[in-house]
Nanobody, 127 residues
């Protein structure tokens, strides 16, 4: 059973940066595409960014493109989300998730495509 531990969340001022980490255990993360999702109170969970299992492709939600960067280190079974120029509307609980695809070069941002989920880490952007 693939399990995750997310970390790196916290309180940051607008314009600041955070780096989230998602460490997997129980299976080789390299077989899976990884997505980062977020959910704020009263809103549905939304896909933020994903990276293919091979690491060669990423897919960014429009509002974070140019500010967030996803990367992975399969040797460490870890995926990172670097978040820069944070805005109050980025405030949410952030989750990492793993999904299996038939190709190493694709990932999607729909939560039904992902089978394994972490417990989430809170990100609050406020002055």
């Amino acid at each position: 059973q693939l399990q995750f531990v997310e970390s790196g969340g916290g309180l940051v001022q607008p314009g600041g940066s955070l780096r989230l980490s998602c460490v997997a255990s129980g299976y080789n993360l390299g077989y899976y595409a990884i997505g980062w999702f977020r959910q704020s109170p009263g809103k549905e969970r939304e896909g933020v960014v994903c990276i293919s299992s091979g690491g060669g492709s990423a897919n960014y939600e429009a509002s974070v493109r140019g500010r967030f960067t996803i990367s992975r280190d399969n040797a460490k079974n870890t995926v990172y989300l670097q978040m820069n120029s944070l805005k109050p509307e980025d405030t949410a609980v952030y989750y990492c998730a793993a999904g299996a695809y038939d190709t190493n070069y694709y990932c999607g941002l729909q939560d039904h495509e992902y089978d394994y989920w972490g417990q989430g880490t809170q990100v609050t952007v406020s002055s």
